[in-house]
């Protein structure tokens, strides 16, 4: 017979906000990232402005200017015993 073993699972929400004081701060922080950024500057001139001018259009811009990232992750944790 097998024996039954007891596990709690806990399912929980990480979320996370960035906030840059304008596009131009989000833009460099971009630019300046690893993973992104040697590619990004990589681009013909014309493609990158017309890249750059997407993301600006679909961010979050508040009324001074602010650029306010958001981002969410769910996590599992789990016990046996």
């Known amino acids: 017979m ?4 007891a596990a709690t699972v806990e399912a929980y929400e990480i979320i996370v906000e960035r906030t840059f004081s304008d ?3 989000y833009w460099a922080t971009v630019l300046g990232a690893p993973s992104l950024g040697a ?3 990589a681009m013909p001139v014309d493609e990158l402005m017309g890249f750059k001018g997407v993301i600006r259009s679909r ?3 508040d009324a ?3 650029v306010v990232c958001s981002g ?3 996590g599992v944790r789990g016990r046996v015993g």
């Open 23 to 25: 596009f131009d701060d």
């Open 59 to 61: 961010l979050a811009i």
């Open 39 to 41: 590619q990004l500057v």
């Open 64 to 66: 001074t200017g602010r």
């Open 2 to 5: 097998a024996a039954r073993i």
């Open 72 to 74: 969410r992750a769910n």
